[in-house]
């Protein structure tokens, strides 16, 4: 159970951490933090769910920009 949190923690803080501070000082927009968040975590399930949300390609590129980095 001790492992479970910890693997919790590492997960989500980094993301938590970036998202918050993109989306507020940075004014980035909801779209490319979902391509972001989703190409930080390498999910393409999230990208489907992003892509779901507006018809445009604004979420792609973001996924497109940072999934390479993280593989």
Not at 17 to 22: H, K
């Amino acid at each position: 159970l001790w492992w479970m949190a910890l693997g919790l923690i590492v997960t989500f803080a980094p993301l938590l951490v970036v998202s918050l501070f993109a989306m507020t000082v940075l004014k980035v927009p909801y779209l490319s933090m979902a391509g972001l968040i989703a190409g930080g975590m390498t999910a393409p399930a999230a990208l489907a769910f992003a892509n779901r949300q507006a018809d445009c390609e604004m979420q792609n590129l973001a996924y497109a920009t940072v999934f390479s980095l993280s593989m």
